[in-house]
T-cell receptor
Framework: DAGVTQSPTHLIKTRGQQVTLRCSPK?????VSWYQQALGQGPQFIFQ???????QRGNFPDRFSGHQFPNYSSELNVNALLLGDSALYLC???????????FGPGTRLLVL | AQKVTQAQTEISVVEKEDVTLDCVYE???????LFWYKQPPSGELVFLIR??????QNEISGRYSWNFQKSTSSFNFTITASQVVDSAVYFC???????????????FGAGTILRVKS
């Protein structure tokens, strides 16, 4: 049974560019959440998707947007990249909104 | 607002020592979940335990045990007879319990780095 998968594993971008990160949830999971983890800090919640709708959003600017597809996979888009967007981006999935979140390996984004 | 505090930034122990990681939380919710996750150097967060605020029973799983005390808003994690493989960053987290339409974000502490030396 495959766990949560994310792609790409690493990414290097320059300021002002746009990036798309992808996440496939565990089999049977219908809820996907995204977190940003800066170096040496705990993960910070970006948003959560359920039934293809954004259900909850953290304190992130509109440059951060997402999408959930009918097969429950999800994308995180970040526009107009800033140096401060450099971080590990973690995707988590759960059986439903209230169930335990299981995390993928993350995508390490470096903005130069 | 919800908040999780892990006051211990880093702990170093020698193999076979017992170690306790502290977690203190703040929430106005009467019902909530508490979690512990482990993050090894690979970066992936590994789920360890979830406790419901209704259930204050302590739990033991092998060398791991958890002490939940609602009176002091604490959810501490003890590793007995630590091993080198326990070296990782450990995160305590909190989420409210509500309807699906509201979501259930995890609020994480800053983490505690555990170094177990042989």
């Amino acid at each position: 049974d495959a766990g949560v998968t994310q792609s790409p594993t690493h990414l290097i971008k320059t300021r002002g560019q746009q990036v798309t990160l992808r996440c496939s949830p565990k089999s049977g999971h219908d809820t996907v959440s995204w977190y940003q983890q800066a170096l040496g800090q705990g993960p910070q919640f970006i948003f959560q998707y359920y039934e293809e709708e954004e259900r909850q959003r953290g304190n992130f600017p509109d440059r951060f947007s997402g999408h959930q597809f009918p097969n429950y996979s999800s994308e995180l888009n970040v526009n107009a990249l800033l140096l401060g967007d450099s971080a590990l981006y973690l995707c988590a999935s759960s059986l439903s909104v209230q169930e335990t979140q299981y995390f993928g390996p993350g995508t390490r984004l470096l903005v130069l | 607002a919800q908040k999780v505090t892990q006051a211990q930034t880093e702990i170093s122990v020698v193999e076979k020592e017992d170690v306790t990681l502290d977690c203190v939380y703040e929430t106005r919710d009467t019902t909530y979940y508490l979690f512990w996750y482990k993050q090894p150097p690979s970066g992936e967060l590994v789920f360890l335990i979830r406790r419901n605020s209704f259930d204050e029973q302590n739990e033991i799983s092998g060398r791991y045990s958890w002490n939940f005390q609602k009176s002091t808003s604490s959810f501490n994690f003890t590793i007995t007879a630590s091993q080198v493989v326990d070296s990782a960053v450990y995160f305590c987290a909190l989420s409210h319990i509500g309807g699906a339409e509201y979501g259930n974000k995890l609020v994480f502490g800053a983490g505690t780095i555990l170094r177990v030396k042989s």
